[in-house]
């Protein structure tokens, strides 16, 4: 069922709710994405309440904000939390979405069980500089378009499915670019941020990743962050095995302690 709620600067944001059982499953989706990319978990919703939310400037949701940051990407997804009264969530954030999440936990504390991240970083330690971060967005602010459909193909190992990696790439070259490149450009700044809030959230963090000598995992054990690895999958598992990806997901969510009641 699709809802709407007002996030905190009255953007009206959209999700989809489906399912009931507990925990909820709050699905987070990244840079330039929507909700329906998470349309192959629909599954999920047969075990556990499965909400997919659109992020202010993102898919059905609304627009106008002067800056895309984080934490109000984060008060999109307390919004929606809030609104539906969950009160035993386990929040997954793909990409970006994965920043997202840690910014909703501080807001719903006492709510969420664990967080999940979804290829949201490589490796951790190595923040990069402003200079970097610049340098890194230049090519998306001189031509959104074909930068971010060629930086999208980077993302999918070779035997990914053509006709996937066309849609993706088409998908996300068509957002908004004055809200992607903001985005991109606070994304990218926010690992510090980011370990900060984990440290203060205390909760258990997974990351689901894929196959690759870019996954640190060390990096990841140094700040508790347990990692399960894929195979056979780019930066968008959940779209290019979603049954391997609904598996592991499962199994990440069952390995959750349960939420305290008192």
């Known amino acids: 069922m699709k809802d709407v709620v007002r996030s905190f600067d009255g953007i009206p944001i959209v999700f989809d709710d489906h399912g009931s059982a507990a925990p909820s499953i709050v699905l987070v989706h990244g840079w330039s ?84 991240w979804v290829d949201t970083y490589p490796s951790l330690g190595k923040p990069s500089t402003s200079e970097e971060i610049a340098a890194f967005v230049a090519p998306f602010e001189a031509d959104f378009v074909h930068r ?10 070779a035997t990914a499915d053509p006709g996937l990696v066309d849609e993706i790439a088409a998908d996300m070259a068509a957002a908004p670019p004055d809200v992607a490149v903001d985005a991109l450009r606070h994304s990218f700044a926010n690992e510090r941020p980011a370990l900060e809030a984990l440290a203060r959230l205390g909760l258990p963090l997974v990351s689901i990743s894929p196959e690759s000598p870019d996954i640190d995992v060390h990096s990841f054990r140094r700040h508790r962050i347990r990692t399960v690895v894929v195979g056979g999958v780019g930066h968008f598992a959940m779209l290019e095995d979603p049954s391997q990806f609904n598996a592991v997901l499962e199994d990440v969510i069952a390995s959750f302690p349960l939420k305290s009641t008192s």
């Not at 969950?86 to 501080?106: F, K, R, Y």
Request: proline letters at 3%; glycine letters at 14%; a negative charge.
């Open 33 to 116: 994405c929507d909700r329906s990319y998470w349309r192959a978990q629909a599954p999920l919703a047969e075990r556990h309440r499965v909400v997919a939310i659109d992020l202010a400037g993102h898919g059905e949701s609304g627009g106008g904000r002067s800056s895309w940051t984080m934490p109000a990407f984060g008060e999109d997804v307390a919004a929606v939390v809030r609104g539906l009264g969950l009160d035993d969530v386990v929040l997954v954030g793909h990409s970006m979405g994965g920043d997202v999440i840690l910014e909703a936990a501080l807001l719903l504390e006492g709510d969420v069980r664990g967080l999940v």
């Open 148 to 157: 971010t459909d060629a930086f999208v193909r980077t993302m999918f190992p």
